[in-house]
């Protein structure tokens, strides 16, 4: 099986910055696209980013030029660089990923358990 962790949360002024990681763990013998979602309070759990394996990346347009996603496909491990950050991206954020496991070689989609970010106004 796989798991995936996030570390990095916190709380943080509006304008400032925090970087959030996700590492995956287990007998992994594959990866895929990797990414980041976020869910406020009383709405719907949306994509942030992804990145696949080769690189290729996306933001939702709210981000776009405030956020980086970068990869260590080495390490199993993606990360979140939030920079300017607005009270409007205060959410829980769940790292995603399409991994294959060495128990059936078979590509599944997991989830981490989350980690708060608050941004204060």
């Known amino acids: 099986q796989v798991q995936l962790v996030e570390s990095g949360g916190g709380l943080v002024q509006a304008g400032g910055s925090l970087t959030l990681s996700c590492t995956a763990s287990?007998?992994?013998?594959?990866?895929?696209?990797m990414g980041w979602y976020r869910q406020a309070p009383g709405k719907e759990r949306n994509l942030v980013a992804y990145?696949?394996?080769?690189?290729?990346?996306d933001y939702v347009d709210s981000v776009k030029g405030r956020f980086t996603i970068s990869r260590d496909n080495a390490k199993n491990t993606i990360w979140l660089q939030m920079q300017s950050l607005k009270p409007e991206d205060t959410a829980v954020y769940y790292c995603?990923?399409?991994?294959?496991?060495?128990?059936?070689?078979?590509?599944?989609?997991?989830w981490g358990q989350g980690t708060q970010v608050t941004v204060s106004s």
């Open positions: 995603n990923a399409d991994m294959a496991a060495a128990h059936d070689f078979r590509i599944r989609n997991y």
């Open positions: 287990g007998t992994i013998v594959g990866s895929e696209i």
């Open positions: 990145i696949e394996r080769d690189g290729s990346l």
